[in-house]
């Protein structure tokens, strides 16, 4: 690549500088994508787990509403009698800057009451609102997971496209901007070191004239 730069040792000092920030922003970057890889690992790690967790819970609750709409005949009424929830809460936690989702569910104020009669459903329907409220919270266990995966993933991917114009442009452009403005200089100093030998040459010549003339004089 071609280099813009006059070579002089201000620029060259200034390049060094620019250079080795580049190298520590790579470095830096190299942790923070490491972190978050092993950060979203461990999440899919859980996340699978979940997965199977919920598939068997949704097996089981649909087995037990099965068996409550046979044993109590379609239970459409006695699930109007659920409230429905409300009590999602959003926070949030940081990791290397990624904004990661905490979901929670508020726990409903404790009750003497079931929120369906006792004389119309039978031991099956309260199987049913048993697993369902585990589907539930198997449920947004796995929203947070999934989400912050994606959080993570979309951060890698930045964070990667960052380091690689670092080590791949950035970084070699700085090097050779640098070698570029060093063999400039170190070219100049040569010369002018040329330079001084013959201007020291043509002095001392100069002199050994002078001298030999006033010799010349004197004999005379």
Do not use: W
């Not at 790579?26 to 461990?42: A, P, Q, V, W």
């Not at 959003?90 to 800057?97: A, K, Q």
């Amino acid at each position: 690549m071609a280099v813009q730069a006059v070579p002089t040792k201000g620029n060259l000092m200034n390049t060094k500088k620019s250079l080795a920030l580049a190298k520590n922003g790579y470095e830096l970057l190299d942790r923070k994508r490491n972190i978050l890889i092993r950060e979203m690992m461990t999440l899919i790690d859980h996340a699978n787990a979940i997965q199977q967790k919920i598939d068997d819970a949704y097996a089981e609750a649909y087995t037990a509403l099965q068996t409550a709409n046979v044993t109590n005949g379609f239970c459409e009424d006695i699930s109007n009698a659920i409230p429905y929830e409300d009590g999602l809460k959003l926070d949030s936690r940081s990791v290397m800057g990624v904004e990661i989702p905490i979901l929670t569910i508020e726990e409903r104020e404790k009750h003497s009451f079931l929120h369906y009669g006792l004389r119309t459903t039978n031991s099956a329907i309260d199987k049913v609102y048993t697993k369902f409220t585990e589907v539930k919270n198997l449920t947004v266990e796995l929203a947070e997971i999934e989400n912050s995966v994606y959080r993570l993933a979309d951060s890698i991917k930045k964070t990667q496209k960052r380091a690689n114009a670092l080590k791949n442009i950035m970084i070699p452009r700085f090097e050779e901007t640098v070698k570029f403005i060093s063999d400039a200089l170190d070219e100049k100093d040569r010369e002018e070191f040329s330079r001084l030998k013959v201007i020291k040459k043509k002095k001392q010549k100069d002199a050994a004239l002078k001298k030999a003339k006033e010799l010349s004089a004197e004999s005379a």
